[in-house]
């Protein structure tokens, strides 16, 4: 659809970024930056900020750095006058770049303490910085396993927990309960983190006889262009056990 939008309306710049993103979801990000570096197309919104933006990206991401360095120097120049502070593409001291580094560094170390604490799930980060979870989940579950760290226990391991949740039990009092698995024929929720654990390990199966209705938040299906992650897992889940799988949304049940 998005292609015929360029074709039919080539003298708008949304068509053409918005077809570039598509193209980069289906990882074909060659493409994108080959449709975006055409002569015409450049030459026709050279001046648009929205363009170069996405041109500047792709540059990047393709290894076309001469590309993406010039699409960088044009914004700079048509924000010229613009207060450094607010420009796009920002100028910084060496000053700045060790203040901006420190607080990344703060910044992953808070992250690393909530994924420890078992306070977020790991999947936050990834899916917050476009990381694709289905590497993550590899990278994470390698045979090297650092855990003398707290940044080696946030980053290679896939829930932490203490074996205890906090549940209301009989006089409506929140106290400590043990952990345990839901008894066969239950209904349940799966998230994308046990969905792709089951995947990898072979037990999508097993696991839908077990239980009764497994829902998954409809959400998850998006993941598979804005993640890569490979949702026929999800379909998988719905033809082993037809009716066993209601793909909703959480917000609705």
């Known amino acids: 659809m998005l292609e015929d939008v360029t074709k039919e309306h080539p003298n708008v710049v949304l068509g053409f970024t918005g077809f ?85 560094r703060e910044y992953l170390d808070e992250m690393d303490s909530l994924v420890v604490g078992g306070r977020i799930p790991w999947t936050l980060l990834p899916l917050k910085e476009g990381n694709p979870l289905q590497q993550v989940w590899s990278y994470r579950t390698q045979n090297f396993v650092p855990w003398e760290t707290k940044s080696g226990r946030a980053h290679f391991s896939t829930y932490a927990s203490n074996g205890y949740c906090a549940a209301n039990e009989g006089d409506y009092r929140q106290q400590l309960v043990r952990l345990s698995a839901a008894k066969e024929g239950s209904d349940i929720v799966v998230d994308i983190s046990a969905l792709i654990t089951l995947h990898n390990v072979g037990l999508i199966d097993a696991t839908t006889k077990y239980f009764g209705k497994i829902f998954v938040p409809s959400l998850y299906r998006n993941l598979e262009l804005e993640d890569g992650v490979d949702c026929s897992l999800i379909a998988a889940l719905e033809s082993i056990n037809p009716g066993v799988c209601l793909s909703c949304s959480l917000r609705d049940n």
């Open 20 to 104: 570039a993103e598509l193209l980069t979801a289906a990882n074909r990000a060659d493409e994108a930056f080959s449709l975006l570096n055409t002569e015409a197309v450049r030459t026709r919104f050279w001046n648009e900020k929205q363009f170069l933006l996405a041109y500047m990206d792709l540059g990047y991401r393709t290894d076309h750095e001469l590309e993406a360095h010039r699409a960088m120097l044009q914004i700079r120049k048509l924000e010229d006058g613009i207060e450094e502070p607010d420009r796009t593409v920002r100028a910084f001291q060496l000053d700045d770049l060790v203040d901006l580094m420190r607080g990344r």
